[in-house]
């Protein structure tokens, strides 16, 4: 019996760059949509003695993903870039599902829990 020559395509085998980066940002296009469709459920009208002092459950919901959401899911989207650099460079994970999702859940799970304690 002879021994077979070692594999070198084994040798560099990493996740691809490319579709690692998809997966990450399918996770964020996931967040936004899901996000929409929870503004869609609220209601857009004002209570009628309230005058006009008061905004919807719609426009209070917008705000607060202009100007809170947003902010965060771009600091995400920064850790979570640098988080799949490293993941990709130093791990010899051969998954990009897996690589992509490692790299987008601690930053989203952050968001979420900023968003809660809000």
Do not use: H
């Not at 560099?12 to 990450?24: C, G, I, P, T, Y």
């Not at 004002?46 to 607060?64: N, T």
Request: proline share 3%.
């Amino acid at each position: 019996m002879t021994l077979s020559a070692p594999r070198t395509d084994l040798a560099n085998d990493k996740a691809d760059a490319r579709s690692s980066f998809l997966v990450l940002i399918s996770w964020y296009g996931a967040v936004v949509v899901t996000f929409g469709l929870f503004l869609g459920t609220l209601s857009d009208s004002v209570p009628a003695d309230c005058g006009e002092v008061c905004d919807s459950e719609r426009s209070d919901m917008l705000m607060f993903g202009l100007y809170v959401a947003l902010p965060a899911m771009f600091l995400a989207l920064l850790v979570s870039l640098v988080t799949l650099a490293v993941l990709i460079s130093r791990t010899r994970i051969r998954s990009s599902a897996l690589v992509g999702t490692l790299s987008a859940v601690l930053p989203l799970v952050m968001c979420g829990l900023l968003a809660a304690s809000l």
